[in-house]
């Protein structure tokens, strides 16, 4: 009996003992993690099980690019890890495809700690082994991802379609190469043969076909871009070129590694021939934007179409997708008269006037008045539910066209061809001004003596005309600004509101009593209105002098 007892407590020594061996090498695996731990672009997130089934450990934090490192350093390469079908590498780790947890589950113990374990019987340093499970399975993991997104916006887009070093796969009818090289990307699907072919002509987003996450028929994005651009690097390294592109996490991902590309991109697009377009899709300079035909029935009440330079909003937008959404198809293809599924039922009126949509017209037109250069004025100016008809025939401009129309309906633009549209445009256009405009200087007081409410300071003297040509200075190079300017008046306005566009406005008195009036709370006494405007001003155009607390930087203290 006592033998027996010995042995127990001897069984129970040992177990408590393996526990604990094993919660240290865990916990120094846990140490050196986060004594480690930095600001990294290749962190992965290994949770790729959590489809098909709860986790029962938390995800793995993984540090691709130093692993990538280790792997060339022992002479191997990415099929040390990725497996090869058709001549491309999986994006997944060691298979095409998940099955089941439990071979997953199998496919990464078995490779990942086979690996170290292989290097620890060589001595060398290594990840965490067997049994040391919470070294990868760390909730708490201190290493912080900086990992940022990897746009392909239309410069980089420029810098593919412009290279030697991708050339097409296509052949001429004489056996030459072709001249673009669009098929090296886009690619359209065929649900019958369940491949993929080249559609000239019919290139679109990647987005179009792939999305956040995948389909049936369909890779995630970020699988679809990772085995394109990833394999076609690696083959131009691997064929000896010179400009390969990234094939590391951070060469995409890293912050500094934008900002090298960014600046290639400039200098791609500034060597580009005088008029080149970034993108070429055959896609119209000038065209009009109109609703599609009505239904049956349907008589709209809708404007005269609306004039889109689409070549000089290209020029000043990163991407396509700054307007366009998943594809890039005519707004109206998916925005109708009524909406519908396809634009998430979004009118057509909706989708170019909706001023919170920063991919609308008009959101677009207000996060470009959220520049410094023009918060001063467009800050102080209340958003009008209705903008004034002014402003809205600046776009839908006004003009006798020779549309036939349908019987009982409006002219039917919409039975307009391509050039037809471009041709219309290009008359309306004509006509409409697009150069800022401002009062002669002789009608533009040189300085503006505020001293009607003088008593603890002196009166402030207010440069007018310097504060006005240099507003008029800092929209000169915007086509956008020159367009809602053109009027000599407009400039006026942000201060001068609520008023007609006049040489001699009123002045800020007329409207704003020295005392308060209660019965009008939206407007405030003259003390609040020019403090107000004025530090109002000088606050969104990050002005550093005079600040809002330096009082006698605008009028100066009256001597006792």
Avoid at 120 to 149: E, M, N, W, Y
Avoid at 313 to 341: F, P, W, Y
Avoid at 389 to 396: G, L, M, R, V
Avoid at 417 to 441: H, N, V, W
Wanted: charge should be positive; hydrophobic fraction near 30%.
């Amino acid at each position: 009996m006592e033998k027996g007892r010995v042995l127990l407590l001897s069984a129970g020594t040992v177990f408590v003992l393996a526990v604990v061996s094993i919660l240290s090498l865990e916990a120094q695996g846990v140490g050196e993690a986060q004594a480690n731990a930095a600001v990294r672009a290749d962190v992965v997130r290994i949770d790729a099980m959590k489809e098909l089934g709860a986790l029962e450990l938390p995800p793995v934090t993984f540090l691709h690019d130093k692993h990538t490192e280790a792997v060339l350093k022992a002479g191997k390469d990415c099929k040390s890890c990725h497996l090869e079908k058709d001549g491309k590498l999986v994006v997944k780790y060691m298979r095409e495809k998940d099955t089941s947890v439990s071979e997953v589950k199998a496919i990464y113990h078995t490779n990942c700690i086979g690996c170290h374990t292989d290097m620890a019987g060589k001595g060398q340093k290594t990840g965490p082994l067997d049994g040391a499970c919470r070294s990868c399975h760390d909730a708490k993991s201190k290493i912080i991802s900086a990992k940022q997104p990897a746009g392909f916006d239309n410069a980089l887009h420029f810098r593919h379609t412009e290279t030697k070093e991708i050339p097409s796969a296509l052949k001429g009818e004489s056996g030459e190469t072709a001249k673009e090289n669009c098929d090296r990307c886009h690619h359209d699907y065929n649900k019958e043969t369940k491949k993929t072919f080249y559609a000239k002509g019919k290139e679109d987003s990647c987005r179009s076909c792939h999305a956040e996450k995948a389909t049936k028929e369909s890779r995630s994005m970020a699988q679809a871009s990772h085995t394109s651009c990833v394999n076609c690097h690696l083959s131009l390294a691997k064929a000896g070129k010179k400009e390969t592109g990234p094939v590391d996490c951070a060469g995409c991902h890293g912050k500094e590694a934008q900002a090298k590309i960014a600046a290639k991109n400039k200098e791609a697009v500034a060597k580009a021939p005088e008029g080149a377009r970034l993108i070429n899709r055959k896609q119209p300079d000038l065209t009009l934007m109109s609703i599609n035909k009505p239904a049956a029935g349907q008589k709209p009440l809708a404007m005269s179409p609306a004039v889109f330079n689409h070549k000089a909003h290209e020029k000043n937008v990163d991407t396509c997708r700054s307007c366009h959404h998943k594809g890039i198809q005519a707004c109206n293809t998916c925005h109708t008269l009524d909406g519908k599924k396809e634009g998430g039922f979004v009118q057509l009126e909706q989708a170019m006037h909706r001023a919170t949509a920063k991919q609308s017209c008009v959101g677009c037109h207000n996060t470009k008045k959220a520049d410094p250069k023009c918060a001063g004025c467009h800050d102080q100016m209340k958003a009008r539910k209705t903008p004034p008809a002014e402003s809205c025939k600046k776009c839908h401009i006004g003009g006798k066209l020779n549309v036939p129309a349908e019987p009982g309906s409006m002219p039917a633009y919409w039975n307009m061809k391509p050039e037809e549209k471009a041709a219309a445009a290009q008359t309306l256009l004509s006509g409409r001004a697009d150069k800022a405009d401002i009062y002669s200087i002789d009608d533009i007081p040189e300085k503006v003596i505020i001293n009607s409410m003088v008593n603890e300071f002196e009166a402030s003297e207010m440069p007018h005309r310097k504060i006005v040509l240099k507003m008029a200075d800092n929209m000169k190079n915007s086509k956008m600004s020159g367009v809602f300017h053109s009027d000599p008046g407009t400039l006026c306005q942000a201060c001068h509101h609520n008023s007609p566009a006049s040489k001699k406005p009123p002045k800020c008195a007329n409207c704003h009593g020295k005392p308060f009036d209660e019965k009008s709370p939206s407007r405030p006494g003259l003390k609040a209105a020019y403090h107000g405007q004025c530090m109002g001003c000088h606050t969104s155009m990050a002005l550093k002098k005079p600040l809002n607390t330096d009082c006698a930087g605008c009028h100066k203290e009256r001597k006792k």
